[in-house]
C-alpha cells in the first residue's frame, strides 16, 4: 500500500462512473406538450417514467444536469429492508402498533419489489445478497439492537443473527464493535449501473430524456400545468416531481420545500491486496454500526476495494484534509487501513423528512416521491411503481406511507445548517462516548 498522500482523482471522483462511458440520451426536440412531465432522472424518475411509457403515455423527463446526476448515482448501493429510522417502539409510540407492523412491512415488501424487478428486467447492476454486519460500540448499544432485532422478527419476519464480540471477527476484521447484528438479506448493487439501465429501458418504452432543462417554476392551467424551462415552456397534464434532495424549495414544489438536503461524504479506496480484503471482510459483507454519526462501508463489487461513506468530517474545503477526515473514520473501526489513500472522493445529498419517513402522492395536483432519508435504493423503485398505478389509475397503488401527514419544513431555508450544526453535536457526543470506552 503507498503512503498516504494527495488524493489522487483518476477518472472522476466519482468511484461508481470510474471507467464508465457517460450515458448519452437520444436527440429530441422538446414537444409543446406531453402526457406527463417527470421532473429528476434518478431512480424514482427513471423509474416512473418507464411504467408510464409502457403504459402508452408520453413522457418527458426533465433533467438539470446529465441523467442520474443526483443521490442514485452517488450513493452506497446497499439494499436492504430499509426500515423507518424510528425504529418499532418509536414507530408504535407515534401511531399505535398495527400501524408500526405496516410501516415497517414496507421495508420487506421494497426489497422483495426490487428483486423481483432487477430479475423480471434482466438488469445487470452487481446484485448480490452477502448480508451486512450493523457494529454496536457498546453493550447497551448491542442489547438494544437485540430487542429491536426481536420485535421486528416477529412483526414482519426480518431475518437476522445476533453476533457476539467473541464471534465478530468471523465477519469483520475489527475489534472496535462489542459485536452486532447480521442482517443476511442485505447486500448491495452497482448504483451507476442501475441508473444507466434504468434509462436504457424508459428510452426503449419512449420515454424522452432531456439533459441541461431545470425546472424553474411550475403553473397551474385549467387541468394543465405549465412547466418553465430554459427552452421556453412545456404543457403537460401531469407532473412528477421526482427531485429529492437536489430540489430548489422554489421551482421543485411540493417535494423541495418538504425535505431537508443533508451533504454525505463517499471515498473509495485504492486497489488493495486479496489478503486484506479477505481480512476487512472475511464473507464479503457490508457493513454498518449504531452511532449517532454512523459510517457505512462496503467492498466494491470487483471485490478490490473499499467505500466508506457518511458525514465523515468536512465536506468542503480541501481534498487533502477531507481525505484525512475519511481516512481517519476507516482507521477507527480498522486500523490495518491507517496508510490507504482514497482516490475518489465525492459527496451526495441525502433527503431527510420531519417525520424521518418517505413519502409519496399528490399535493396541488403534482405527484411527487422522494425524501427516503438515505436508504433510498430499493423504496424509489417501489414508490416509482406505485406512483405509476397511481397516475395510471391501476390498482395496488397504496402504501402504509399514504395518510402520514407531510408538512412543509418551517424555516426551510435554515434547515441545512441546522441539520449540520446538528451533526457537529453528534459527532461530538460519539467521540466523547468512544473516549469513555477506551
Ligand atoms: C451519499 C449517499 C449514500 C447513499 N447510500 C444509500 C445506500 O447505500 N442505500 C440506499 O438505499 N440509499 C442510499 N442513499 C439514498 C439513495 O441514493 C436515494 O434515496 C435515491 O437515489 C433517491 O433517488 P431519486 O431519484 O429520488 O433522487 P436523485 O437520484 O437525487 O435524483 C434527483 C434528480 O433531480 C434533478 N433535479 C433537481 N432539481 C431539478 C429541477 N429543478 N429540474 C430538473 N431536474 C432537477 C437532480 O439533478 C437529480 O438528478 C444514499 C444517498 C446518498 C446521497
Known sequence: MSAPGPIDLGEGENYWRHGRAPYVPHAHEMPAEVDVAVVGSGFTGLRTALELARAGRSVAVLEARDVGHGASSRNGGMVGPSFHKLGMAGLTSAYGEAKAGAIMREGMLALDHFEAFVEAEGIDCAFTLPGRFRGAPTAASYEATARECERLS???????????????????????????????????????????????????????????????GLRRDG??????????????????????????????????????????????????????????????????????????????????????????????????????????????????????????????????????????????????????????????????????????????AETAFDDLPFPKVPFRPLAPWVAAGLTRWHAWQDARDDARRR
Open 154 to 216: 416477529k412483526a414482519v419476519g426480518l431475518p437476522f443473527e445476533m453476533i457476539p464480540k467473541a464471534r465478530q471477527r468471523d465477519h469483520i476484521g475489527s475489534d472496535f464493535y462489542h459485536g452486532g447484528v447480521l442482517y443476511p438479506r442485505d447486500g448491495g448493487i452497482q448504483p451507476r449501473m442501475l441508473v444507466e439501465a434504468l434509462a436504457t429501458r424508459a428510452e426503449a418504452a419512449g420515454a424522452m430524456l432531456f439533459e441541461n432543462t431545470p425546472v424553474s
Open 223 to 396: 387541468e394543465r400545468f405549465a412547466l418553465r424551462l430554459p427552452s421556453g415552456t412545456l404543457v403537460a397534464r401531469d407532473v412528477v416531481m421526482a427531485t429529492n434532495g437536489y430540489g430548489a424549495p422554489g421551482a421543485t414544489a411540493p417535494l423541495g420545500p418538504r425535505l431537508v438536503p443533508v451533504l454525505t461524504g463517499v471515498a473509495a479506496t485504492e486497489e488493495l491486496s486479496p489478503n486484506l480484503i479477505r481480512d476487512l471482510t472475511p464473507q464479503g459483507q457490508n457493513f454498518g454500526e449504531n452511532r449517532r454519526v454512523f459510517m457505512w462501508f462496503r467492498p466494491t463489487p470487483d471485490g478490490k476495494r473499499f467505500i466508506f461513506g457518511g458525514r465523515l468530517g468536512p465536506m468542503r474545503g480541501s481534498r487533502a484534509a477531507r481525505a484525512k477526515a475519511v481516512r481517519a473514520s476507516a482507521a477507527r473501526v480498522f486500523p490495518q487501513l491507517a496508510d490507504v489513500r482514497f482516490t475518489h472522493l465525492w459527496t451526495g445529498a441525502i433527503a431527510y423528512t420531519q417525520d424521518h419517513a418517505p413519502h409519496l402522492g399528490r399535493i396541488d395536483g403534482v405527484w411527487f416521491a422522494g425524501g427516503y432519508c438515505g436508504s433510498g435504493v430499493t423504496r424509489s423503485l417501489y414508490f416509482a411503481d406505485k406512483l405509476a398505478r397511481r397516475i395510471l389509475g391501476r390498482a395496488e
